[in-house]
């Protein structure tokens, strides 16, 4: 069916059923309105409004579901198996969920069949890209009590910050080019950079990798949606339990906000060669960031309480709030052109099981002070060589050989780590963490 012949139909009665018009239609393409991304089957399928084929655009019987398509997907070939049901084919390729309702779509209709409906493609509205694929910020941003409830001394227009899509149904008269587009703050996110440390980082914490940056953007990327703010099941109990129940009403699944979501981002620079890099970074923000342009490869986790950092010219920086723990099976070798430098608030505890423990400096002296005392004790010999002269010096004391008895040194505590941390292999240890192959258990997973 034509589109003109469509709305003419239309025309003459707008209420007119548009599902029960002839099956053979004009392929299109189409433009389409998600109305409705619910598919029990589970393959994507949706339902669209198309305004050339007419309708009330509220009335479900104006909808036409369809197909939604992936740019790859593959499974193995049924006829090579056999009617058992322990036999099964092996699905493989890339999956990305249908976008919300509203969501502009092209659609077309394989050999102009109107029940073989496919989505080819999406459509963005104008200015409506800025947070893809990878949730950028600016400095130009809407004042909310919100953010100064996080940050009492921000100031727009000089502080960068993290900012979703702005507001379409507002009119901003002030508005006069995209570069100072105002949009609001996305606070979560503005949480996590600040609870991480690093919201006044632009490179390892706030992201310019947005598809409006500039004419013909080089960024390249995919953010997931993130989960919904007032209508997750796993945050709102009583929507979890309706939808159990089967009576969640169409007003408790409207989406209206949204948490940050993943990305994964690669991102050739802007004109400055800035945000030349490779970024994978979690909802939380657990991330992998790869920067060209700094020279350094950065991984750090959501809280900021662990990271490590390597840059092109060799420095490799670690932090860890907690315990940093390390185990080798075979020899662990530490070797530095420069010093080593060890420093404990608490005890530095050193113990060898089976073996000796040697102390050589080669072109230098051995020091050791102690604020407390000094207790050597050898359950063998005790031998002490000098080449040159022995000196004992005690002040406003005595120096006793042989008697009265030397008070016992003590020895570095051994951990039980079968009751702790229930290991496998190592069972003690002056180390209380020894990881071992996995599986290992973490004490708190």
Not at 86 to 102: A, E, F, K, R, V
Not at 235 to 250: D, F, P, S
Not at 386 to 400: N, V
Not at 423 to 435: E, F, G, R, T, Y
Request: proline share 6%.
């Amino acid at each position: 069916m034509s589109t003109t012949t469509q709305q003419f139909f239309n025309r003459i009665d707008p209420d007119l059923d548009v599902m029960k018009k002839r099956q053979i239609v004009d392929p299109g393409p189409y433009e389409g309105i998600i109305k409705n991304n619910s598919d029990v089957l589970r393959t994507g399928r949706i339902e669209v409004y198309i305004p050339a084929f007419g309708g009330p655009e509220q009335a479900t019987n104006s909808w036409i579901p369809i197909q939604w398509s992936t740019p790859y997907y593959g499974k193995t070939d049924k006829d090579n198996i056999g009617k058992d049901q322990l036999d099964g084919i092996y699905s493989y390729g890339m999956w990305m969920s249908p976008p919300d309702p509203g969501v502009r779509v092209v659609v077309t209709f394989l050999e102009g069949v109107k029940d073989k409906g496919v989505c080819i493609g999406c459509l963005i509205d104008d200015m409506s890209n800025h947070m893809t694929p990878g949730i950028p910020s600016s400095k130009n941003w809407i004042e909310d009590p919100k953010v100064f409830d996080i940050l009492p001394a921000a100031e727009t227009g000089r502080d960068i910050l993290p900012v979703i899509e702005r507001n379409p149904k507002f009119k901003d008269e002030t508005r006069s080019t995209l570069g100072v587009l105002q949009r609001p703050v996305n606070i979560p996110l503005l949480k996590i950079f600040k609870q991480q440390g690093l919201l006044n980082d632009t490179v390892r914490g706030q992201s310019f990798s947005s598809s409006q940056r500039e004419n013909n953007s080089s960024v390249y990327g995919i953010s997931t949606p993130g989960r919904s703010v007032h209508t997750d099941p796993a945050t709102n109990i009583q929507l979890k339990e309706r939808m159990e129940e089967g009576t969640a009403t169409e007003e408790d699944l409207k989406v209206k906000e949204r948490l940050p979501g993943h990305m994964f981002i690669m991102d050739d620079g802007d004109v400055e060669g800035d945000s030349n890099l490779i970024r994978l970074r979690t909802s939380t923000g657990h991330q992998i960031l790869m920067d060209d342009k700094k020279g350094i490869v950065y991984v750090a986790t959501a809280s900021g309480n662990a990271w490590i950092e390597m840059d092109n010219t060799g420095n490799t920086n670690a932090y860890s709030a907690g315990n940093f723990s390390v185990h080798c099976e075979g020899t662990f070798n530490v070797q530095a052109g420069g010093n080593i430098n060890l420093e404990a608030d608490m005890n530095v505890n050193i113990k060898s099981k089976e073996a000796a423990v040697k102390i050589h400096a080669e072109d230098g002296t051995i020091d050791a002070v102690s604020e407390k005392g000094t207790y050597i004790q050898s359950e063998g010999p005790l031998h002490v060589r000098t080449a040159e002269d022995q000196k004992f010096t005690a002040l406003d004391s005595d120096i006793h050989h042989n008697g009265p008895e030397a008070t016992v040194a003590s020895t570095p505590t051994t951990n039980d780590l079968v009751g702790s941390n229930n290991n496998k292999d190592v069972l003690s240890s002056i180390a209380n963490v020894v990881p071992e192959h996995e599986p290992w258990s973490r004490g708190d997973e």
